[in-house]
C-alpha cells in the first residue's frame, strides 16, 4: 500500500489488494476510525473527522487521472451525506458528467458572454424607497435556463475559472451602479455574491479598485 499527500488535509490511498468496493469501504472505515481516535492538547480533548471515496481499478477508472478524480467525487459525496465512506456509483458517475458538461459549458459562456446580471434590490417599506441591492452574475445553460452561483460555482472553481468569473461579477455590479448614477439616482450599496475562494484571490483588492476606478 502506498500513501501520498495532496494537499494540507487531503491525502491519497493505493491499496494494493483491493478486490472489492467492500474491502476498499472496510479500509476507509479503519482510517476514519484511526484520525477519529480522540487526542489531548493544552489540556482539552479534540477529536477530527476524516472522509473517505473509494474508487475501484478497472470499474471506475483504468488511469490514475481517472480514479483520482473518480475517488474525489466519491469523496465530495461523503461530505455532504456525513458519511465516513462513499464508494463510487452510477449516481456519483452522472454528477461527474453533469459536472464536465458545465465546466465546458462556463468556459464557453465566458468566451461568448452568455452571463446576465441580475439586481435584488432591497426596499425600505417606511417609504418604499431602494435602499440597497445585490448583484447576482447567472448563467445561461440550454436546458437549465438561468442558473446562479450556488449552482455552478463550484465547477468554475474545478475549472479554474474563479478568477475570471469573479471579475465578470464585479464588473457588472460596477457598470450597474455607475449607469443608475448617470440616470440621477442616488448612490446605493451594491452587494456582489462572490464564492468563498474567490475572496482569496490575491488580487482581488486591486481588482475591484481598478473596475471602480474605469466607472469614475
Sequence with gaps: D???????????????????????????RKFAEAVGRPYTHDGNEYALTAFSGAAIYPDDGVEPRELLEAADHAINRARSVARNVEPFSDTISAERKRRKVLRSGLRKALEQDRFQNEIVAEVALEDMTVSAAE??????????????????????????????????????AVESAAGWRDMGLPDLAVAVRLAEPQFHLPNLADLIGDIVVEHN
Design 135 to 172: 448583484s447576482v452574475l447567472k448563467y445561461q445553460t440550454a436546458k437549465r435556463g438561468l442558473i446562479g452561483p450556488d449552482d455552478y460555482m463550484s465547477a468554475a472553481e474545478e475549472a479554474g475559472l474563479s478568477e475570471a468569473i469573479a471579475e465578470k461579477a464585479l464588473r457588472a
Design 2 to 28: 502506498e500513501v501520498a499527500r495532496f494537499g494540507h488535509d487531503s491525502f491519497g490511498v493505493l491499496l494494493g489488494r483491493p478486490t472489492s468496493t467492500e474491502e476498499a469501504e472496510a479500509a476507509g
